[in-house]
Structures are given as C-alpha cells and as structure tokens.
C-alpha cells in the first residue's frame, strides 16, 4: 500500500524524498482516523445497544458491570489493538521505530487492562455484596490483594517493555529484593493473613458490634479492607483498627448477643441490711394484697405452719422455727412480676438471687434476658424495670442503701 501511494504521488511530479513522506504521512493519519472511528462505533453504538440489552434483562449482575463501566473501559482497547496491528505500514523499513512504537501502544493495552480488571473486580465486589454470605465472610481484603498482585505484575511487564527484557528476568532477579519486598509490603502481607484467618474462623464479619477499647472502638464493623478494619462507634465516629490487631489482640464480639433470643439484663439493687427482718402477722396480711405474691403467701403461710407445728415449734418468738422474712418476700416478688413482664424471656437464664453482702449492703442481683435486644429498646425495658423495683422496696419495709450525701451530713448537724 506504501509503495501504490509514493507512485501515485510522484506521478504528481513529486520528488521520492517529499513522495515517501507524503505517502508515509497518509496512511498514519487514516490509521488514527479509522481507529477513532472504530472507537466511537464501539462506544456510541455497540456499548449503547448492549446497555439497551442489559437494561432489559432481570439479571442484576449485568446491571451493576455497566455502572461500574467495564464495557467502556474495554472500548478503549479498540483504537489501540488497530494501531498495534497498523503501525508497520507507515514506518516500514524503519524498525527500530515500529518497536519504540508498538511498545507505547502496549503500555496503554497494559494500563487500560489494569483499569478494566479494577473495574471489573470492583463490579464483583458489588456483586457478592447482595449475597447474604457476605456478611460473614466479607472478600474486600482479599480482592485488595489481587490489586495489588495485578499492579505489581504489570509494572513488571511495563519495566520489561521498557528495557526490552523478559519479564521472566526481571521476576528471576526480584528474588535479591525478597526482603526489601516483605518490609514495604509489610502491612499488606501482615493484613493479607489476618484477613484469612479472619474469615476462617469467623471471627468477624460486616456488621458484628465489637468492643475494642485499647482503640477506643465500640460500634458495628462497617468495612474489613486488606490492611484496616473500619467501626463505627455509637457517637457515629470512626475508629480504623489494624487487621492484624483483631489476630493478635483480644476485643468482644457481640454477634452471640444478636444472634440470641435475648440480650441480657444484668444489674443489681443494694439493700440496707439494718432494714431487714422477720414477717409480722400484719405484714403478711399487708403482703396478700398484692396481686403476683398472693399465691405465694398463703402458700408459704400452710407449708411454714405444717413445718413448725410438726417439730413442735414454740412461735413465741420470731427465730424460732422458719419464718418468712421481707427479703425474701421481696425477691418473690421480684420474680413473679419480672416472669409477668411480656418482654422477658422466660427460656433463657431468669435468675433473682443474692450477693454476698458488702459494705453498700445486700445485693439483689436481677439476671433475665430482654426479648428485644435493639440497644434503644432494651434500654427503655431495663429502665422501666428498675424505675418499678426500686418504686417498691418500700412496700416491704426495706430501703435502698446509698452513700451518704452532703444533705444527710446536713440533717446530722441540724
């Protein structure tokens, strides 16, 4: 084709000098002409008719390639692929050329393919997102490392373009830089272990409320990337822990709180011991009247009776015999209303039992599990349990110990 047209033109009356330059001249320029053609027909008609095609499908995968815009990154192969194949016609008989040449267009395929791949993996991503899988087992960290190895390994074959080497060369002398290797890619390799042993062991997944305080991190995972792990505190903060630090540091994981039927309620009320006693007569009949420990009144009141008059009991004074006591009425209490409450649990731990005593008096530790485990919910439900509990020590002639505050000091002076 070359020499058809330095003929042609020096049939004009041209001399073979300006006729090759001419001719050579012409055919790179319809080369760049044909090949931005054919790169605005691959990107205005066939990318258009196949997202005409895509967006008519129920599939979504083929939806979130064409956001992510694989397709037009692969358009942009085009014009290149033509002028790689083309170039030998204008520069023939200048080699040295076509190489120089022919290696530029290969570093632009290269680049673009890195862009296409990251696309590409970025589009997969997406895609394993909307599988509930990938709560538990998230893939981000591992397709961070396939980045990395895609950059690593096509800056290999740049370099080899470049100084007209194997690449087979460059990697077999990469082997004197494996230590310099390993200390750059510290972090990647570090978080590239954690990340598997991660989801091996489930360990950790998107989501999952973790307590880290050495970080100062309390909230839900968000992001588990190669090198970091992104939680979102309660204050809506971010705090980005190190991978490797949930490997080789202790945190908790609240998933087996989520994945219960309850989230607990643990907390206790401190009885003033100088308030505790034996039941009256009068505070027995004060005790019938309330509804959720009637049965148990009477009940006890036979079964007391029985065991007393059996071992001939003199009932002449309180210690003798077995007695009920407010405290222990109290906790009856206690139990029968919170295995009354509609938001509690009963198939899981329900426990009223007593502390050892202490200074701040007798604890009576409430352990039951709240139905709702939502945190604003259960908050409200463990509120409104305690705001009725402590609304009622009275009732059974006890009283809540608490430290001595400036104004009892005050009524003391008085």
């Known amino acids: 084709m070359l020499e058809i047209i330095k003929s042609w033109i020096t049939n004009q009356g041209l001399d073979l000098f300006t006729a090759n330059i001419l001719a050579r001249g012409f055919i790179l320029s319809l080369i760049i002409i044909f090949s931005l053609i054919a790169y605005l027909l691959a990107k205005h008609f066939i990318l258009k008719g196949l997202a005409i095609i895509i967006n008519q499908t129920k599939t979504q995968w083929d939806d979130i390639l064409l956001k992510k815009k694989v397709l037009n990154r692969l358009a942009l192969f085009v014009p290149a692929i033509i002028i790689y194949l083309s170039i030998p016609m204008p520069f023939e008989g200048y080699p040295r050329l076509i190489t120089f040449t022919n290696s530029l267009v290969l570093i632009y395929m290269i680049a673009m393919g890195i862009f296409a791949l990251n696309a590409l993996l970025n589009t997969a991503l997406v895609i394993y997102s909307t599988y509930e899988v990938s709560n538990r087992v998230p893939i981000k960290g591992f397709i961070q490392v396939f980045k990395l ?20 060369y460059l990697f077999s002398s990469l082997s004197a830089l494996t230590a310099i290797l390993m200390f750059i890619f510290k972090d990647a390799i570090l978080g590239f272990v954690a990340g598997i042993q991660l989801s091996a062991n489930k360990m950790v997944a998107n989501g999952d409320w973790i307590e880290m305080p050495k970080y100062g991190a309390n909230g839900d995972i968000i992001e588990i990337a190669l090198t970091t792990v992104k939680v979102q505190n309660w204050d ?27 989230r607990r309620i643990k907390r206790s ?28 009144i009477e009940t006890m009141k036979v079964e007391l009776q029985k065991n007393n008059k059996l071992k001939n009991i003199d009932n002449s004074s ?97």
Not at 149 to 168: D, E, G, Q
Request: hydrophobic content about 40%; proline content about 4%.
């Open 149 to 168: 190895v895609i950059y690593f390994t096509s800056a290999i074959f740049i370099i080899s373009i470049l100084i007209n080497k194997t690449p087979i």
């Open 269 to 296: 009320i401190s009885i003033d011991i100088n308030t505790i006693k034996f039941c009256t007569e009068d505070m027995m009949k004060q005790f019938s009247k309330i509804q959720y420990i009637a049965d148990y």
């Open 318 to 414: 309180l210690v003798n015999g077995r007695r009920m006591t407010n405290i222990g009425t109290f906790r009856a209490y206690v139990k029968a209303y919170l295995n009354n409450h509609p938001m509690i649990n009963k198939e899981m731990t329900f426990l009223v039992r007593q502390l050892a005593p202490n200074e701040h008096g007798l604890p009576i530790e409430i352990y039951v599990f709240s139905k709702d485990k939502n945190w604003v919910n259960y908050e409200g439900i463990q509120a409104n349990i305690f705001d009725h509990i402590l609304a009622v020590v009275p009732e059974f002639g006890l009283r809540v110990f608490q430290d001595p505050s400036g104004m009892d000091f005050n009524k003391l002076t008085q």
């Open 236 to 262: 809506k903060t971010i705090t980005t822990i190190p991978t490797y630090a949930l490997i080789t540091e202790s945190f908790k994981n609240w998933r087996g709180m989520s994945e219960s039927e309850g």
